[in-house]
């Protein structure tokens, strides 16, 4: 049974910083390109940022600079570390793992920027 845990959401004051984490387990995860979406409220679900097997990194436009995805394929673990956050990155953050065509998704964490 495939399992992808996210954790680390939470809230965060503009200008702060978060870390979240996504467990996987049911699957070769260093097989698997790994990527993080999310959604806010009223809005279609988005690409943030993507990870391949060979750790080839790509970003959305409006995280590039501030977020960094990273994978420890030991740890079957990939991460999203959020900086410099912002009212309008406040979504649902989902983790999600390709490969073949075979999709999986998190539940997902929520992710809260207010003063």
């Known amino acids: 049974q495939v399992q992808l845990v996210e954790s680390g959401g939470g809230l965060v004051q503009p200008g702060g910083s978060l870390r979240l984490s996504c467990a996987a387990s049911g699957i070769i995860f260093s097989f698997h390109t790994m990527s993080w979406y999310r959604q806010a409220p009223g809005k279609q679900r988005e690409l943030v940022a993507t990870?391949?097997?060979?750790?080839?990194?790509n970003y959305a436009d409006d995280v590039k600079g501030r977020f960094t995805i990273s994978r420890d394929n030991a740890k079957a673990t990939v991460y999203l570390q959020m900086n410099s956050l912002k009212p309008d990155d406040t979504a649902v953050y989902y983790c999600?793992?390709?490969?073949?065509?075979?999709?999986?998704w998190g539940q997902g964490t929520q992710v809260t920027v207010s003063s």
């Open positions: 999600f793992a390709s490969w073949r065509g075979n999709n999986y």
């Open positions: 990870i391949t097997s060979g750790s080839t990194t």
